[in-house]
C-alpha cells in the first residue's frame, strides 16, 4: 500500500491560492490519488480524486505528473474556512487492496485574515 | 442522497465497562462500510471494514469488536474498555465499484472519553 508524505502545516491569507503537495513514490498502476478536508470534532469531507493529469471540481483542482509519483491540490482563493487537516490517500479499489486507504497526518492549513 | 448516521456523539466511560457504537447508512445498498479510529492530533488508523453482512474484515489486533448485523448498519462494541481505547470513532462508507477507488465518505464521530 502505497504511503504518502506531505507538509505538516501550512499557512496562507484569504484570497491566496493555496497549493499542497503531496508524494507517493510507490503508487502502484491501479491506485487512485484522493483529498480529504477535516475540521475539529468532524468525520474528513471528500474533495477530489485522480488517476493522471488535471481534475477540476467546484472546489479544487488536483494535478498529477505523468509518472504519478506526485500530486498537488490546489484550492483556489482561500477563504478563513478553509482552514482545516488536508489528507493525501492513495489507494484501488478491489482485491487486497479493498479499505486499505492509509491516513497520515495530513497537512494542517491555517488561513489568516 | 445517501446519509451516514452515528451515535452517540460524546461518550464518557469507566475503564473496564462494556461499549457499543452504531453507525447506519441510509440511501444505498450494499454499501463497504469501514470503522476508523483518530487518536488527538494524528491521522486515521482503520481498524475494521466490511463489504457485506456478517463479513468483517480486522486491520489491528485490538480490545475492539465489529459486526454488520444488517446490510446497513455497522457496530464497533467492546466487552472492557482499556484507558488506551480513548479517541475520535469515525465511521465511514463507500459503494463498492468494479473499477476505480469509490471515495469513503464519514460520519461525524463519537468521541470516546475513557476515565
Known amino acids: 500500500l502505497a504511503k504518502t508524505t506531505q507538509p505538516i502545516s501550512m499557512d496562507s491569507y484569504e484570497g491566496q491560492e493555496v497549493n499542497i503537495t503531496c508524494s507517493h513514490n510507490?503508487?502502484?498502476?491501479?491506485?487512485?490519488i484522493t483529498w480529504y478536508q477535516q475540521f475539529p470534532s468532524q468525520g474528513p469531507r471528500f474533495i477530489i480524486q485522480g488517476y493522471k493529469t488535471k481534475v477540476t471540481n467546484e472546489v479544487a483542482s488536483l494535478f498529477i505528473p505523468a509518472d504519478r509519483k506526485s500530486s498537488t491540490l490546489s484550492l483556489p482563493r482561500v477563504s478563513l474556512s478553509d482552514t482545516a487537516v488536508y489528507y493525501c490517500l492513495v489507494g484501488g479499489q478491489g482485491g487486497s487492496t479493498l479499505g486499505r486507504l492509509y491516513f497520515g497526518r495530513g497537512t494542517q492549513l491555517t488561513v489568516w485574515p | 442522497s445517501q446519509t451516514i448516521h452515528q451515535w452517540p456523539a460524546t461518550l464518557v466511560q469507566p475503564v473496564g465497562s462494556p461499549l457499543s457504537l452504531e453507525c447506519t447508512v441510509e440511501?444505498?445498498?450494499?454499501?463497504?462500510l469501514y470503522w476508523y479510529r483518530q487518536a488527538a492530533g494524528r491521522g486515521l488508523q482503520l481498524l475494521f471494514y466490511s463489504v457485506g453482512i456478517g463479513q468483517i474484515s480486522s486491520e489491528v489486533p485490538q480490545n475492539l469488536s465489529a459486526s454488520r448485523p444488517q446490510d446497513r448498519q455497522f457496530i464497533l462494541s467492546s466487552k472492557k474498555l482499556l484507558l488506551s481505547d480513548s479517541g475520535f470513532y469515525l465511521c465511514?462508507?463507500?459503494?463498492?465499484?468494479?473499477?476505480?477507488?469509490?471515495?469513503?465518505?464519514f460520519g461525524d464521530g463519537t468521541r470516546l472519553s475513557i476515565l
Open positions: 465511514a462508507w463507500s459503494v463498492l465499484a468494479g473499477v476505480g477507488n469509490q471515495p469513503q465518505h
Open positions: 510507490n503508487i502502484a498502476t491501479n491506485d487512485y
Open positions: 440511501g444505498t445498498s450494499n454499501p463497504n
